[in-house]
């Protein structure tokens, strides 16, 4: 079965960091393309940022430069570093991992973390 639980959320003051975890199981971590999601209170799911089994990564424009993916695929996990965090940022994060097999694509996500970002 496989699994991917995120820890690392909570309450930040505006301008501060938070580095997000996620550790998965129960798949071949290498081979995946690992990513992060968030969804804020009463909006769609928004792509965050994504790493290819290749380690390239991958950044809306408007997080350029404020949130950074890496992995660890000794210890399956995967992070995002966030800085500079503003109240626009809060939001439950998931992390996810898709592949695509013989033209099937497979994807699973976490049960999320909460980033809250308030004063």
């Known amino acids: 079965e496989v699994q991917l639980v995120e820890s690392g959320g909570g309450l930040v003051q505006p301008g501060g960091s938070l580095r997000l975890s996620c550790t998965a199981s129960g798949l071949n971590f290498r081979s995946w393309h690992m990513k992060w999601l968030r969804q804020a209170p009463g909006k769609a799911l928004e792509w965050v940022s994504g790493i290819s089994s290749q380690d390239y990564t991958y950044y809306p424009d408007s997080l350029k430069g404020r949130f950074t993916i890496s992995k660890d695929n000794a210890k399956s996990a995967v992070y995002l570093q966030m800085n500079s965090l503003d109240p626009e940022d809060t939001a439950v994060y998931y992390c996810?991992?898709?592949?695509?097999?013989?033209?099937?694509?497979?994807?699973?996500r976490g049960q999320g973390t909460r980033v809250s970002v308030s004063s």
């Open positions: 996810a991992a898709d592949i695509t097999v013989r033209g099937v694509d497979y994807t699973h």
